[in-house]
T-cell receptor, first 115, second 114 residues
Framework: AQTVTQSQPEMSVQEAETVTLSCTYD???????LFWYKQPPSRQMILVIR??????QNATENRFSVNFQKAAKSFSLKISDSQLGDAAMYFC????????????FGEGTQLTVNP | EAQVTQNPRYLITVTGKKLTVTCSQN?????MSWYRQDPGLGLRQIYY???????DKGDVPEGYKVSRKEKRNFPLILESPSPNQTSLYFC?????????????FGEGSRLTVL
């Protein structure tokens, strides 16, 4: 079974600085998708960024980018120019490309942004 | 507006009193799913449905039931709630099982079982 691990329960960053959230996963599959979700205090789950495993290029969405290391099974999220609104719980998630019946989530990383 | 709607958003109940959390989506999605979120465990899938009358167990199905009689609705039923079912519950949907796009989540239902 696939597992997703986020080893940083909490992180903090100064406003306007850059922070990187770590995620590792374990799978024997070659076809899969990886996601980062943001959960602000409102509890709403918001998709931040997604990466297809077959794509070598790292995904980027404005201030958010990933460092996808397929061989190392690592999928970190970099937030540049951090803003107060980035404060949230961040979840890394895995989805099989062949049996996509579920998202497997990591434990979450609580990000605090200090003014 | 495309959305997934859950009700109730908050509920406090007592052990053994049957309850239902409703979930409805207005996007004509085939695939729907329920997750529970607990501190330090992330989100775990309870049940999912690939289409009307087709449901299957996720990772933590014990103590829960679901039904999918209509495409838009996917209620979560707790026949005899216990305190270990105190959690934050999310319903989610996407167009189809094979769809590679994002999962659309409801706003969550906070359940407390005393």
């Amino acid at each position: 079974a696939q597992t997703v691990t986020q080893s940083q329960p909490e992180m903090s960053v100064q406003e306007a600085e850059t922070v990187t959230l770590s995620c590792t996963y374990d799978t024997s599959e070659s076809d899969y998708y990886l996601f980062w979700y943001k959960q602000p205090p409102s509890r709403q789950m918001i998709l931040v960024i997604r990466q297809e495993a077959y794509k070598q290029q790292n995904a980027t969405e404005n201030r958010f980018s990933v460092n996808f290391q397929k061989a190392a099974k690592s999928f970190s999220l970099k937030i540049s120019d951090s803003q107060l609104g980035d404060a949230a719980m961040y979840f890394c998630a895995y989805r099989s490309g062949t049996s996509g019946s579920r998202l497997t989530f990591g434990e979450g990383t609580q990000l605090t942004v200090n003014p | 507006e495309a959305q997934v709607t859950q009700n109730p958003r908050y509920l406090i109940t007592v052990t053994g009193k049957k309850l239902t959390v409703t979930c409805s989506q207005n996007m004509n999605h085939e695939y729907m799913s329920w997750y529970r979120q607990d501190p330090g465990l992330g989100l775990r899938q309870i049940y999912y449905s690939m289409n009307v009358e087709v449901t299957d167990k996720g990772d933590v199905p014990e103590g829960y039931k679901v039904s999918r009689k209509e495409k838009r609705n996917f209620p979560l039923i707790l026949e005899s709630p216990s305190p270990n079912q105190t959690s934050l519950y999310f319903c989610a949907s996407r167009p189809g099982l094979a769809d590679t796009g994002e999962l659309f989540f409801g706003e969550g239902s906070r359940l407390t079982v005393l």
